[in-house]
């Protein structure tokens, strides 16, 4: 077989500050930086990413692989028109110059706005189609969180959602990918397909397959073959068609669609974790690290990095601070990873043990308009400097290497701050290791994430505590001023 393969990874937090422009994909950051054609298949041989399953079995297979772009930049508000048109563009010139073709599978995340089309990912898909025509075989994967409308399903042949939150098998969704190929190619046809849609919005930190309801829904979709999925959605993006989706392919697919989305549906009144304001998850913390053998994780659910946040706002070191945490436990707790590239860089110009006095982090405007805490202007301690790439080591992404730039540890009152110069979402334990920061030895620890960080130091955590400081990504989407949402869909549970 001869298949092109290609990518685009962005989730679109419309109501978030920041824009992703054609650097924000050329950096990369959280992601591999943008590639083309040779250097982006041997790139992605170990990026942790869907496309490495597809290209492992490829390979396996003896297949012949096209490699086109893959670019992928942390989310944030929405993509510039630029940046698209970019990655369009060299998809287009490879799709037109590749010949013939056996098949195209396309590495998408499922949830990226730009900033002239709300929905990018289908417009990318339904483009591949009008290039190679109707019978050539396209086979799309995309996030747990991709917010899926029917033109992406049309212009399709498959696609294929990841099942896990964190998302830990990713590397397997790419190889489900190629399986479905692979039956596109032995049945010589489409199969027919059914969609349903859920009719309210799922909150990012209840959509976690670690808890009910979303373990037990995600256990009925593993007992349907790879031609089932269901993306929960990312209900932050505010566009007609965000929210949770049911799909499924073949002779049943219809009923097996309905029963997935009933059981989803009937679960409404279960999909609304506990959160505490920031003081409140602190006092929570210190009691329950005072007998517990791990670290307490503090999940920053309206700081994440993961979700369009910047990961630069103080609420919940302020809430350390005022609370007395780092001198109860002097260098066992912790909080990472802070964007502030100015405070990276003065811990480097100044040097490992120096004194630096820094404003720390930013005061940003949320959602409703309302400025976030100020920074934490204090005198801070350098413990370590870090150059801030380094290789993801924890379950998920595994072999990627981030980009956090610069890095330091400053101590303050006793808190250890891990400060990035990138927006970078604290999923792995080597991002606070890196500036030596040992995280089982912790009694307590912040992470900027609100469900990702589970996957690796879930292995170490006695508990965890979800804190609900300022910040931009709204931890109920019923707080979110929505214009474009369709009116059938509920913002609240």
Same mark, same amino acid.
């Given at each position: 077989?001869?298949v092109?393969?290609?990518?685009?990874?962005?989730? %679109?937090?419309t109501?978030?500050?920041?824009?992703?422009? /054609?650097a924000?994909?050329?950096?990369?950051?959280f @992601?591999?930086?943008?590639a083309r054609g040779?250097?982006?298949?041997?790139?992605?041989?170990?990026?942790g990413m869907p496309?490495?399953?597809?290209l492992?079995?490829?390979a396996?297979s003896g297949w012949?692989?096209?490699?086109?772009c /893959?670019?992928?930049?942390s989310p944030s +508000?929405?993509?510039?028109?630029?940046?698209f048109?970019?990655?369009?563009?060299?998809?287009?010139t490879?799709?037109?110059?590749a010949?013939k073709?056996?098949?195209i599978?396309?590495?998408?995340?499922?949830a990226?706005?730009?900033?002239?089309?709300?929905?990018?990912?289908? @417009?990318?898909?339904?483009?591949v189609?009008?290039?190679?025509?109707?019978?050539?075989p396209v086979?799309? #994967?995309?996030d747990l969180?991709?917010n899926v409308?029917?033109?992406?399903?049309?212009h399709?042949?498959?696609?294929?959602?990841y099942?896990?939150?964190?998302?830990v098998?990713?590397?397997e969704?790419g190889v !489900?990918?190629?399986?479905?190929?692979?039956r596109?190619?032995r049945?010589?046809?489409r199969?027919?397909?059914a969609?349903r849609r859920?009719?309210?919005?799922i *909150?990012?930190i209840a959509q976690?397959?670690?808890s009910?309801?979303a !373990?037990?829904?995600?256990?009925t979709?593993a007992?349907?073959?790879?031609a089932?999925s269901f993306? $929960?959605?990312?209900?932050?993006?505010?566009v007609a068609?965000c929210?949770?989706?049911v799909?499924?392919y073949? #002779?049943?697919?219809? $009923?097996?669609?309905?029963?997935?989305?009933?059981?989803?549906t009937k679960?409404?009144?279960?999909w609304?974790?506990?959160?505490?304001?920031p003081?409140?998850?602190?006092?929570a913390?210190?009691?329950l690290?005072? +007998?517990s053998?791990?670290?307490?994780?503090v999940a920053?659910?309206q700081d994440?990095?993961g979700?369009?946040a910047?990961g630069?706002?103080?609420?919940?070191?302020?809430?350390?601070?005022?609370a007395?945490?780092?001198r109860?436990w002097?260098?066992?707790?912790?909080?990472?990873?802070l964007?502030?590239?100015?405070?990276?860089?003065?811990?480097?110009? %100044?040097?490992?043990?120096?004194?630096?006095?820094? %404003?720390?982090g930013?005061?940003?405007?949320t959602w409703d308009?309302?400025p976030?805490?100020?920074?934490?202007? *204090?005198r801070?301690t350098v413990? +370590?400097?870090?150059?801030?790439?380094?290789?993801l080591?924890g379950?998920?992404?595994?072999?990627?290497?981030?980009? $956090?730039g610069?890095?330091?540890?400053?101590?303050?009152?006793?808190v250890?701050?891990?400060?990035?110069?990138?927006?970078?979402?604290?999923l792995?334990?080597?991002?606070? #290791?890196?500036v030596?920061v040992?995280?089982? /030895?912790?009694r307590?620890i912040v992470?900027?994430?609100?469900?990702?960080?589970?996957?690796d130091f879930?292995?170490? %955590?006695s508990?965890v505590?979800?804190?609900?400081?300022?910040g931009p990504?709204?931890a109920?989407p019923?707080d979110l001023?929505w214009r474009k949402l *369709?009116?059938?869909?509920?913002t609240?549970?």
């Open positions: 077989m001869r092109l393969v290609a990518g685009f990874q962005h989730e %679109a937090n109501f978030a500050p920041a824009v992703s422009d /054609w924000a994909f050329e950096r990369g950051d @992601f591999p930086p943008y040779e250097a982006m298949l041997s790139r992605h041989t170990t990026s496309i490495s399953g597809f492992a079995e490829a396996r012949e692989v096209l490699g086109s /893959w670019a992928g930049a +508000s929405s993509v510039t028109r630029d940046a048109e970019q990655i369009l563009s060299a998809l287009r490879d799709l037109t110059s010949g073709l056996d098949g599978y396309l590495d998408l995340h499922g990226a706005v730009c900033d002239h089309l709300d929905a990018p990912d289908a @417009f990318l898909v339904a483009e189609r009008r290039i190679v025509g109707p019978h050539v086979v799309v #994967s995309v969180h991709a409308d029917e033109p992406l399903l049309r399709a042949d498959y696609v294929v959602a099942r896990t939150y964190p998302h098998d990713m590397v969704t !489900a990918a190629f399986e479905l190929l692979n596109r190619l049945l010589g046809g199969a027919p397909y969609m859920i009719p309210f919005l *909150r990012v976690t397959t670690l009910e309801p !373990a037990a829904i995600y256990r979709v007992r349907v073959d790879r089932t993306a $929960a959605g990312f209900p932050a993006a505010d068609h929210g949770p989706t799909w499924s073949g #002779s049943r697919a219809d $009923a097996i669609a309905d029963a997935i989305a009933e059981q989803v679960a409404r009144a279960s609304r974790p506990a959160l505490l304001k003081d409140d998850a602190v006092a913390s210190l009691k690290a005072t +007998s053998e791990g670290p307490v994780m920053d659910v994440n990095p979700a369009g910047d630069n706002t103080t609420g919940m070191l302020h809430a350390l601070l005022r007395g945490a780092g109860r002097p260098g066992r707790v912790a909080l990472g990873l964007n502030d590239d100015a405070a990276a860089s003065a811990a480097a110009e %100044a040097g490992v043990g120096s004194d630096v006095d820094l %404003a720390l930013s005061r940003v405007t308009g309302t976030s805490d100020p920074p934490v202007t *204090r801070f413990r +370590s400097i870090a150059d801030g790439d380094v290789l080591r379950p998920m992404m595994t072999g990627a290497t981030v980009h $956090a610069p890095c330091a540890c400053l101590e303050v009152d006793g250890l701050v891990a400060v990035s110069s990138a927006r970078t979402q604290m792995d334990r080597v991002l606070l #290791s890196m030596d040992e995280p089982s /030895w912790m307590i992470a900027k994430s609100a469900v990702h960080f589970r996957a879930g292995a170490i %955590a508990h505590v979800l804190a609900e400081a300022s990504m709204a109920n019923g001023p *369709r009116p059938t869909v509920s609240s549970l």
